[in-house]
């Protein structure tokens, strides 16, 4: 399940560049959203699953529709109109290091050495790629953008700490999307142009991979394997979407991989894998 959610989270970074190609950014992403957010809903349904959800689910409802598909997703695509995939990549894949140092800062847990060098490591990582992609103004600020994206990421799986699904993932995984629909589409209509939308054979593609794949089917996956391993053994598998963001993007894209990009790339993933095991560790010896 982790690594069938790796691949899947991480080929979400290639697609969305293939839909901003030929598609306003928060125009595809509330489209996707209200369709994942529908078929969740309806194929919840069928399954026996209801809406009469309890106070700490509507939480995790609201909370994951905004700081997940509203800002996480919505700074991603918007930053990806003009920066790399793999860069993007890479630095989403800094969400356990911001969770990790979050909870060290805010919430009084301790971080240990190992975890200590783990994020200085992630974070010299993502210098590495950056430095040998970020080539102006423009990609900083895209740059700048994915940042943002994942500490709203970051921020939304400190809010939902022990806040269980229960039995009513598929649901809660619609909701949360429909919530993210609701509040892309004001911006949507606000900024962009149904003009700047074309059409075209590869967008209608990406946006039906994006929509299902990554949308629907890894975030079922997620919230299962948090279900099954707890967060922090879950938010290890975040050590692989630098590697494959970048390896994805760079078969499909022909984005240009430098010796610096490799470098970064296993830098970065061991920097996450050691502040996650640093992390682990702890509760393994209780």
Not at 219 to 232: A, E, N, S
Request: charged share 10%; aromatic share 8%; hydrophobic share 65%.
């Amino acid at each position: 399940m982790g690594l069938a959610f790796a691949l899947m989270w991480s080929s979400a970074f290639t697609s969305a560049k293939f839909v901003v190609a030929d598609a306003p950014p928060f125009m595809a992403l509330s489209a996707r959203f209200l369709i994942s957010g529908a078929l969740a809903c309806a194929l919840a349904a069928l399954m026996g699953q209801r809406m009469d959800l309890t106070r700490r689910q509507w939480l995790l409802v609201g909370v994951f529709g905004v700081c997940q598909n509203s800002l996480y997703l919505g700074l991603n695509f918007y930053a990806m109109t003009w920066v790399d995939a793999g860069l993007a990549a890479v630095i989403a894949s800094l969400m356990p290091l911001m969770v990790a140092l979050a909870g060290w800062l805010f919430l009084g847990e301790r971080l240990r050495p190992a975890g200590a060098l783990g994020l200085a490591l992630g974070v010299a990582g993502v210098a590495l790629v950056m430095g040998a992609r970020a080539s102006g103004a423009a990609d900083l600020a895209g740059a700048a953008l994915c940042l943002a994206a994942a500490a709203a990421l970051a921020a939304a799986t400190l809010l939902v700490r022990g806040v269980s699904p229960g039995d009513r993932v598929l649901m809660i995984v619609g909701l949360q999307m429909l919530a993210g629909a609701a509040t892309l589409a004001p911006v949507a209509l606000a900024f962009e142009s149904a003009a700047d939308l074309r059409l075209t054979a590869p967008m209608l593609a990406a946006f039906a991979y994006t929509t299902l794949v990554p949308g629907v089917l890894a975030t079922v996956v997620w919230f299962l394997l948090v279900k099954r391993i707890g967060p922090v053994g879950a938010a290890s598998f975040h050590f692989l979407n630098p590697g494959l963001g970048v390896l994805i993007a760079a078969v499909m894209l022909a984005e240009p991989l430098s010796w610096r990009d490799a470098l970064g790339v296993a830098v970065a993933g061991a920097g996450i894998l050691l502040t996650q095991t640093a992390r682990r560790a702890p509760r393994a010896a209780a």
